[in-house]
């Protein structure tokens, strides 16, 4: 019998939802690479339903109490109660949106830890270097948002350069201030957008973008296939600040690791044309906290949204909450009720196979058999911590 510790965000304030506003979610049969669908042998929960707050449990209570296992879940990420189940859990489950922040001194203290379980994408939260060194493997549910999050990015982008949330606030406030909502609202179409990391997330964006008449352009440290930069137009650059120098729009989805920690510092931002928009849906580390609000104040960046935090709930005096012309939301672009059915279901399918000692697909591991693994290894590197994150 194994103890897993399940780290899941709250219930809603109004307690868990008693119906929905629609009765079901599309169903998508595969992911646009053709990687297969999560496929446990079953679910135990119905698609749409909230799953990731304590409450849903990711569905997973009755599978692992009927295979006799112990099923902890908590929100307290960073208290005793943690601290009391991890001492002899074999498996934690968390998620970027809520990060039990798996650091070494932490996996230290579980002995009996083999597996962290990330239920989304993004396992920076675990410092890989001590999870590679004490055998543990790492495992997160690849492609099970990365639509989301895309959708989510693209939703941003147009947020700043239409001036969305002041236009939407002058309504609330009674008023009809049309002028006051357009002297910062713009076209996108005619601009030149730049997307930093072209991975699976990064690539749903360029795709989604190119119908909008824009000049697409992206970095990566891999360079896409020529057919791929042909079809949708693009313009590879081989450094970020050749990117960034020559883009409207920035539009961050890079892995956080040692060579992206803070990537745009006051440096880089200072390169920028003036006006630009930065959407960052990756990791809030990427950025210098209070060189991207410098860089608002002065009008170097017009506006700046995302839904990435540091740390993850972020203080109520964060200054990210407060600086001018941004669109932030909390982490939720990849835990859409839509997002959450894929992900609890990967969740499962890789508890199963842990459970039969069955290999975990190659695409959802991340570190495995004391090395990065799978789709790990593609992008992490493990020089050092993966994650200032994961020593919080
Ligand atoms: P992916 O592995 O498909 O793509 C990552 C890409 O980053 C790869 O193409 C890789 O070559 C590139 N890359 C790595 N290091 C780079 C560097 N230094 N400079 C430029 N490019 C670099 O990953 P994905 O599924 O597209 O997700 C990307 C990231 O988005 C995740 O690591 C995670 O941090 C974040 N994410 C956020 C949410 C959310 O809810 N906001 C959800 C999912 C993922």
Not at 83 to 90: F, I, K, S
Not at 210 to 221: E, I, N
Not at 291 to 309: F, I, K, T
Not at 362 to 379: K, M, P, R, T
Request: proline fraction near 7%.
């Amino acid at each position: 019998m194994a103890k897993i510790l399940c780290v899941l965000y709250p219930d809603p304030v109004t307690g868990y939802p008693p119906e929905y506003a629609r009765d079901s979610i599309p169903m998508v049969e595969a992911y646009p690479d053709g990687q297969p669908m999560p496929s446990p042998a079953t679910i135990d929960f119905t698609p749409g339903e909230l799953l990731g707050c304590v409450s849903g449990e990711l569905g997973l209570r009755k599978y692992l109490e009927a295979a006799g296992h112990e099923l902890v879940v908590t929100s307290d990420k960073d208290g005793a109660e943690f601290e009391r189940h991890l001492a002899d859990a074999e498996v934690v489950i968390s998620q970027p949106f809520w990060p039990a922040y798996l650091s070494a001194e932490r996996i230290a203290k579980a002995p009996n830890l083999k597996l962290a379980l990330t239920a989304g994408i993004g396992s920076d939260h675990v410092d890989l270097d001590a999870a590679i060194k004490s055998g543990i493997t790492v495992a997160e549910v690849t492609y099970s948002n990365s639509i989301s999050v895309a959708e989510h990015a693209v939703m941003q982008i147009l947020t700043l350069v239409r001036n969305f949330v002041p236009s939407y606030k002058w309504v609330i406030e009674g008023g009809w201030n049309i002028a006051d909502c357009v002297e910062r609202a713009y076209d996108l179409e005619g601009m030149d957008v730049g997307v930093i990391a072209a991975g699976r997330i990064g690539q749903a964006v360029l795709r989604r973008l190119a119908p909008f008449g824009v000049r697409l352009h992206y970095f990566d440290t891999r360079r896409l296939p020529l057919e791929l930069e042909q079809e949708l137009n693009l313009t590879f650059h081989d450094s970020v600040e050749s990117l960034v120098s020559s883009v409207d729009v920035v539009d961050v989805h890079a892995p956080l690791h040692p060579s992206t920690y803070h990537m745009f510092d006051a440096d880089l931002l200072a390169t920028m044309r003036r006006g630009s928009y930065i959407v960052n849906t990756a990791r809030a580390e990427i950025m210098v906290r209070d060189d991207v609000v410098a860089a608002l104040e002065s009008g170097r960046l017009a506006g700046y949204a995302g839904d990435v935090w540091y740390p993850q709930p972020p203080a109520a005096d964060h200054p990210w909450r407060t600086m001018p012309h941004h669109a932030m939301t909390p982490h939720v672009s990849g835990t859409t009720l839509s997002a959450q059915a894929r992900y609890a279901a990967g969740a499962r399918e890789i508890l199963e196979d842990f459970f039969a000692g069955s290999p975990i697909r190659d695409e959802y591991l991340i570190v495995d058999g004391g090395a990065l693994a799978g789709v790990g290894a593609a992008s992490y590197t493990a020089d050092g911590k993966a994650s200032p994150g994961a020593g919080a």
